[in-house]
């Protein structure tokens, strides 16, 4: 498994788990207030969902500041396209703005 493997990932499970517990509440405040900022053009949860949970987000980004693997070879080991990689690690490393 990818979180157990400190090798991989650069990280202890136990850090991994801190980051998800401090970052996830954060993000998803974040993208409600930028729901709520702007008139809706679709209805509530419509639309594209993300193909990869706050986890493999975080996992396929490690992955690839540690080790420098393309966004393809992420894209293969996660099961997603490559466009989706590169947004996720976009999105994880965008830097932290003020509140929303």
Do not use: Y
């Amino acid at each position: 498994m990818i979180i157990s493997n400190r090798r991989i990932t650069g990280l202890s499970a136990d850090v991994i788990a801190e980051l998800i517990a401090e970052v996830g509440p954060l993000r998803h405040e974040r993208h409600e207030a930028k729901l709520a900022s702007r008139p809706r053009k679709r209805a509530v949860s419509a639309g594209a969902k993300h193909q990869l949970v706050l986890i493999d987000r975080l996992l396929a980004t490690l992955i690839h500041l540690r080790h420098g693997t393309t966004h393809d070879v992420l894209a293969w080991c996660f099961g997603v396209d490559r466009s989706t990689i590169t947004r996720t690690i976009g999105e994880v490393l965008a830097a932290p703005e003020g509140p929303p």
